[in-house]
């Protein structure tokens, strides 16, 4: 049974910083291009940053760039987010997901598996 676990949101103040977790079970994580969402109250799920299954390719959306690293430990089956600089309005539930493929992705409908969340909110 896959598992997708997130880890390492809070609460924090504007200008901090968090690194989320991503820990993976059930499946070879190497196989798997991996991505971040997130997703605030009343608002649509939205990409955030995605690394491929070697980690050699990485893409992120417009709003956490330059703030944000995406990396990942395929001894630990595990994928962080870290982002600096954090602002108010990065508050949301932020998501993992993983896709069997080589490439990555950065809408929803293309990742097969996903975690239950974890809140990150920034105080300002």
């Known amino acids: 049974q896959v598992q997708l676990v997130e880890s390492g949101g809070g609460l924090v103040q504007a200008g901090g910083s968090l690194r989320l977790s991503c820990a993976a079970s059930?499946?070879?994580?190497?196989?798997?291009?991996v991505g971040w969402f997130r997703q605030a109250p009343g608002k649509e799920r939205e990409f955030v940053a995605a690394?491929?299954?070697?980690?050699?390719?990485?893409d992120y959306a417009e709003s956490v760039k330059g703030r944000s690293t995406i990396s990942r430990d395929d001894v630990k089956n595990t994928v962080y987010l870290q982002i600096n600089s954090l602002k108010p309005e990065d508050t949301a539930v932020y998501y993992c997901?993983?896709?069997?493929?080589?490439?990555?992705?950065?809408?929803?409908?293309?990742?097969?598996?996903w975690g239950q969340g974890t809140q990150v909110t920034v105080s300002s």
């Open positions: 059930g499946l070879a994580s190497s196989y798997y291009a």
């Open positions: 997901a993983a896709a069997n493929s080589r490439w990555i992705f950065t809408t929803t409908r293309r990742y097969e598996y």
């Open positions: 690394i491929n299954r070697n980690g050699g390719s990485t």
